[in-house]
């Protein structure tokens, strides 16, 4: 019974441990885009002005 | 050396469009998450209460209900993995890539888990949780040793196309293990279960409950390898957007 509760929880937890660090990537990802686009922006409209 | 973050369609436009692009894949990763949801603790609950104790191994014999959709999906991911490998070299179209790296991550994640509740398995009915001597685990560790040199070939060349040409050329010479360590079990002695343990002239060699539990937590488990393969690809998809932008960035700052 042991191995089987053991064999469970590594799954599980391993699975949702994933998941969470693949949303971590994501929101890391999507923060330096953000960003990112603004600098671009910015510097677009300072090139304008200039 | 050229990188993809570097290649001359590098517009706000395309940002916009993988940003839409970007949207649709997280309606998917929504269905994807609520069919795993609710599929997750049907499963669980199949395996450990619905399906009856085998007379043999015990309870133990419980883990092949997460055991065998983990040994089988790594073979659907790395065949992805070998498809999109091919695609990426004969249309140079770095979607396929992104596909192959993430299925690639995936099956890794999946083989990993495999190999540990094998062991585990191993522990409770042989006594010990492996033997070098047997082909199964011994061409399934292979297996994954490929594939993690395919992960840290990605890690180390970075968004160079060099290392995903290299890293697709590794994804389609590894697929040669996939039918190796399937038909190990028949090819030489093994102590591992062939898969006349699951299927019997067609039909389930299991009984109606065993087999129910063993396809419902099939089912949530591909759920799952879709999930998280659309997830791992929409942030690699994020990332070359965002490396695309700094190159733009630089642009506007060099024009300036």
């Known amino acids: 019974m042991g191995y089987l509760i053991a064999a469970f929880s590594v799954v599980w937890v391993g699975l949702i441990a994933y998941l969470g660090w ?29 | 050396m050229k990188t993809l973050d570097q290649q001359p369609n590098t517009t706000t436009a395309n940002a916009t469009a993988q940003a839409q692009r970007a949207r649709w894949l997280l309606y998917g990763e929504i269905a994807l998450g609520i069919g795993a949801l609710i599929l997750m603790p049907i499963a669980i609950w199949a395996a ?18 997460v055991h065998v959709p983990l040994a089988i999906l790594p073979y659907v991911a790395f065949f992805v993995v070998f498809v999109a490998s091919i695609l990426y070299l ?32 191993g522990q409770g009915f042989w006594g010990r949780p492996w033997d070098w001597a047997d082909p199964r685990l011994t061409t399934t560790f292979i297996l994954w040793l490929i594939y993690i040199s395919y992960l840290l070939l990605r890690f180390y060349t970075g968004n160079s196309e060099r290392g ?31 898969t006349n343990y699951l299927v019997d002239n067609g039909s389930s060699a299991l009984p109606p409950a065993a087999t129910f539990a063993l396809l419902v937590s099939f089912v949530a488990f591909t759920l799952l390898y879709v999930l998280l393969t659309v997830q791992v690809y929409h942030s ?18 060099s024009e300036s």
């Not at chain 2, 979607?95 to 509740?117: C, K």
């Not at chain 2, 996939?178 to 591992?192: E, G, M, Y």
């Open chain 2, 164 to 194: 995903a040409r290299m890293a697709a050329v590794l994804g389609i010479a590894g697929f040669i293990d996939v039918p190796i360590v399937h038909f190990s079990v028949t090819w030489w002695r093994s102590i591992h279960p062939d």
């Open chain 2, 236 to 253: 690699l998809t994020l990332r070359r957007a965002a490396l695309r932008l700094r190159a733009e960035a630089e642009d506007v700052t």
């Open chain 2, 90 to 121: 004969w249309r140079n179209d770095e979607r396929w890539d992104m596909l192959a790296h993430a299925s690639a991550e995936v099956g890794v994640v999946f083989t990993t888990l495999m190999l540990i509740v094998g062991m585990l398995w």
């Open chain 1, 22 to 50: 693949i949303a971590l990537r994501i929101r890391g990802v999507r923060l330096e885009l953000e960003t990112t686009r603004a600098l671009v922006e910015e510097r677009e409209a300072a090139n304008k002005q200039a």
């Open chain 2, 48 to 65: 450990l209460a619905y399906a009856p104790t085998d007379a043999v191994q015990g309870d133990v014999q419980r883990i092949i209900y």
